[in-house]
T-cell receptor
């Protein structure tokens, strides 16, 4: 079975632009979570979606938004990019939305903002 | 606030044993996870503890003491491929994962 997939793998943007990152969960998984990981640090929780509804939101500004589609894939949108948004963006899927199950991570999208 | 502390870096010798500690202060507790992350790759699941005690899984074991807000990951018979960052994460009262900064483990021959 295919694992979690993310696209694109790498992205270079300039300040003020917007970006859309995409994630497809493992087949059968209904929960998708998004994380931001800055080099040398642990992942920071951004959003969780379960059954197409937002289950949780981390401490990120409103420039960050996300949604989950009927096929459980998900998009993360970031508007008005700042230099500090440069990071690895990880998507993780799991069977349930309660957090008890292990999360399976995709390879990530490395975003560079110039 | 919520806080998870891990050593930044540790060094160990191939074939030896290493213990990576994690202390946490979070709003609620619904379990603690350990993940392994090789450089440039995504984290992969190692263990989950929700009750006190030791969970053993092959060369890796994880221990939890909820009263002390403490966990450790024990790696035995170290191999070069174990060189990676080890991330401790706590599932808080909102069922969100709060992550530590990770411990970079360097294995020397």
């Amino acid at each position: 079975d295919a694992g979690v997939t993310q696209s694109p793998t790498h992205l270079i943007k300039t300040r003020g632009q917007h970006v859309t990152l995409r994630c497809s969960p493992i087949s059968g998984h209904k929960s998708v979570s998004w994380y931001q990981q800055v080099l040398g640090q642990g992942p920071q929780f951004i959003f969780q979606y379960y059954e197409k509804e937002e289950r949780g939101r981390g401490n990120f500004p409103d420039r960050f938004s996300a949604r989950q589609f009927p096929n459980y894939s998900s998009e993360l949108n970031v508007n008005a990019l700042l230099l500090g948004d440069s990071a690895l963006y990880l998507c993780a899927s799991s069977h349930t939305g309660d957090g008890y199950n292990e999360q399976f991570f995709g390879p990530g999208t490395r975003l560079t903002v110039l | 606030g919520q806080n998870i502390d891990q050593p930044t870096e540790m060094t160990a010798t191939e074939g030896a044993i290493v213990q990576i500690n994690c202390t946490y202060q979070t709003s609620g507790f619904n379990g603690l996870f350990w993940y392994q992350q090789h450089a440039g790759e995504a984290p992969t699941f190692l263990s989950y503890n929700v009750l006190d005690g030791l969970e053993e899984k092959g060369r890796f074991s994880s221990f939890l003491s909820r009263s002390k807000g403490y966990s450790y990951l024990l790696l035995k018979e170290l191999q070069m491929k174990d060189s990676a960052s080890y991330l401790c994460a706590v599932l808080d009262s909102n069922y969100q994962l709060i992550w530590g900064a990770g411990t970079k483990l360097i294995i020397k021959p």
